[in-house]
């Protein structure tokens, strides 16, 4: 049997993912499969996931032999968004570090891509109309990562990201 059969047989078992899927890109947030193609990169045959983020208006190529290393995944199971809809709900755990720090650790979760710990960011930098107005890095990094955990949600539940964001604040505030 030729070698180049053999792979291709073996790669149509390891696809993960088919056109037409919604991912979750850590850096980027959701997006959706468009097609996978071959490209020839330095003399070899590569076989690429066309990932493409309509809000950033970006298309991303991943090879398929890389997917793990770089954290793409299907969208989250409506368990683990109920968990992190139930981590919104719960009391802000602000640490007493130097927000630089904070601000790192924070940075680190929403690029973790996990749910929960967007949710727990989303939740700590979370104002109500009572609290003291946030500083410019603060909203920054809070519509970050509401952004990316609403666009999770809306794609999980089939509704809109704006209907998403509606909710998730809803929940915010009447935690």
Known sequence: MPKTAKTAKETKINMPFSAGDFVVYPAHGVGQVTSVESQTIAGQKVELFVISFERDRMTLRV???KVENSGLRKLSTR???DTALTTLK??????????SRRAQEYEAKINSGD?????????????????????????????????????????????????????????????
């Open 115 to 175: 749910p929960v710990s967007i949710a727990e960011v989303v939740r700590d930098l979370h104002r109500g109309a009572s609290q003291p107005e946030q500083s410019y890095s603060e909203r920054q990094i809070y519509e970050q990562a509401l952004e990316r955990l609403a666009h999770e949600v809306a794609a999980v539940e089939k509704i809109k990201p704006e209907a998403a964001t509606a909710k998730l604040e809803r929940l915010l505030n009447a935690a």
């Open 79 to 81: 368990k683990v968004m």
């Open 63 to 65: 090879p398929v032999g």
């Open 90 to 99: 719960g009391r802000a755990r602000v640490k007493r570090a130097m927000w």
